[in-house]
């Protein structure tokens, strides 16, 4: 079993910057792949960036926060992040915390963490 904690969400002005991290307990294993995905109201919920393989920290980012927006991860730690800049309100959101074993695709979620960017 793992357990997904995220912290860093809040409020914050248009332009500018979050940090979230996802701390996992329990095991990762090289294939499994970590992440975050997010759900606005009303809105079906969607992958923004991710670490594709655990093993060689290659990521993925959506078209939507491409350059704005960085994952990575800490092995030692068993934690990943995702620095969120240059915010814009179309990015409020509760922002979940995700990994996909790589053996059999179970999914474990963390609890979710608000974030809201607006004036």
């Known amino acids: 079993q793992v357990q997904l904690v995220e912290s860093g969400g809040g409020l914050v002005q248009p332009g500018g910057s979050l940090r979230l991290s996802c701390a996992a307990s329990?095991?990762?294993?090289?294939?499994?792949?970590m992440g975050w995905y997010r759900q606005a109201p009303g809105k079906q919920r969607e992958l923004v960036a991710t670490?594709?393989?655990?093993?060689?920290?290659?990521?993925y980012h959506s078209n939507s926060v491409k350059g704005r927006f960085t994952v990575s991860r800490d092995k030692a730690k068993m934690t990943v992040y995702l620095q969120m800049n240059s915010l814009k309100p179309e990015d409020t959101a509760v922002y979940y915390c995700?990994?996909?074993?790589?053996?059999?695709?179970?999914?474990?979620w963390g609890q979710g963490t608000q974030v809201t960017v607006a004036s």
């Open positions: 670490i594709i393989r655990w093993i060689d920290g290659s990521t």
């Open positions: 329990g095991s990762i294993f090289g294939a499994d792949t």
């Open positions: 995700n990994l996909r074993r790589g053996f059999d695709n179970s999914n474990y």
